[in-house]
């Protein structure tokens, strides 16, 4: 099994979560994309600066090909469904200031208010 079969159903997978997580939010995507252009970078150039001075190696015969420095294609994946992932999970599950500023408001609380308060 190649690394990018193994990566493609989990960057299918964090791709769709993150369309359901920021479907109505046009500003979100910007946000997303500067991010994911960010990481990209900075896993370019420490992966790069890893393979050089032999902290990892990747099996050849598992990889697409192309590089970008010495980073195979294929490692950029790992960044990208990181990413996905946390803004998706970000993005869905419940705030818990929220729920609980909402919670005081309810009960005639202040928004500012700590909880215990």
């Keep these: 099994m190649t690394y990018a079969l193994l990566l493609a159903p989990l960057l299918a997978a964090a791709v769709i979560a993150v369309v ?3 479907r109505r939010r046009r500003r979100n995507w910007a946000a997303l994309a500067i991010a994911a252009g960010a990481l990209l970078v900075l896993t370019i150039v420490f ?7 032999d902290l990892f190696r990747y099996d050849e015969a598992l990889l697409l090909g192309p ?3 010495l980073a195979p294609v294929e490692d950029l994946a790992y960044a990208l469904i990181a990413l996905f992932v946390v803004v998706a ?3 869905l599950l419940p705030s818990r200031i ?6 005081r408001q309810r009960a005639g609380g202040h928004p500012g208010e700590p909880a215990d308060a």
Excluded: F, P
């Excluded at 992966?47 to 001075?53: E, F, K, L, S, Y």
């Excluded at 929220?98 to 919670?103: G, Y």
């Design 89 to 91: 999970l970000w993005r």
């Design 67 to 69: 590089r970008i420095g």
């Design 98 to 103: 929220r729920v609980s500023s909402a919670a």
């Design 20 to 22: 359901v997580a920021l």
């Design 47 to 53: 992966d790069t600066v890893m393979i050089a001075v």
